[in-house]
């Protein structure tokens, strides 16, 4: 069953998404060439510790870490530790979460360490992070969760790709919703798949968090010897941006977003619910 909040619990998520927020700032200044993941998830570990906040990766299904470092062609998942060094060109998907008061938050981005980064590269970034504020867009009241998937796969087929072909939107892995736990009912594909039907309708107090990943080749990915790091099949890189948002009456709240997503909202013809912290 999909968990619907109150105000009250959408506050609560929102603190916890603003602790999500300053996470990434944070640990995006310290993805340098000669930084290791582990230096990256120990900046994550003070920012929870000053905001009073608990981490929701830690421990999560036995996983070692506050955050996942996803380096180039790992997907999603990836450990933090000290033999993985960032150099310049690298890209990595940094995904973090917050607990606040029992409320969850969670987000990622893709960032660019150091220079020399090829076009495609960041044409793919470009792409999979606009294809989430497709979906995000699409979190209309009355809309259904296939017409989330619908935005975020139709965006990603529009967009060409340098050199040709076609991206691969990652299908073992997808968006989910999110509350008084993190991964909760329902699972958001980032494609349409038919056989799945239309999905719940869209009401105030739904939340989801919404997070396509793609990559340069294959949409295949397969999970490595620690059990938790997915990569994909081809070892082509990948990209990977997610936003956790609630459905209010008066619209779309990024949680996650430290404008609440109004700014990038506007741009598409969406006016942002506002702001329960004021």
Known sequence: MVEIKTREQIAKMREAGLVVAAIHAATGEAAVPGATTK??????????????????????????ATICTSVNEVVVHG????????KDGDIISIDAGA?????????????????????????????????MWAGIAAMRLGNRLVDVSRAIETYIRRQPKPGGGKYGIVED??????????????????????????GPKLVPGFCLAIEPMVSLGTPHTEVLDDEWTVITTDGTWSSHWEHSIALTEDGPL?????????????????????????
């Open 79 to 86: 450990i933090p530790d000290t033999k993985t060094v960032l």
């Open 39 to 64: 230096d990256l998830d120990e900046v994550a570990r003070k920012v929870l510790a000053d905001h009073g906040a608990k981490p929701n990766f830690l421990g999560y299904g036995g996983f070692p």
């Open 99 to 131: 607990i606040v008061d029992g409320w969850h938050g969670d987000a990622a981005f893709t960032a660019f360490v150091g220079e020399g980064h090829a076009p495609e590269l960041i044409e793919l970034s470009r792409v999979t992070r606009e294809s």
């Open 254 to 278: 990024v949680l996650t977003a430290v404008d609440g997503g109004k700014a990038k909202l506007a741009e598409l013809g969406v006016t942002a619910a506002p702001d329960p912290l004021g």
């Open 173 to 198: 892995y997808g968006g989910h919703g999110i509350g008084s736990q993190m991964h909760m009912e329902p699972h958001l594909l980032n494609y349409v798949a038919r056989k799945r039907g239309k």
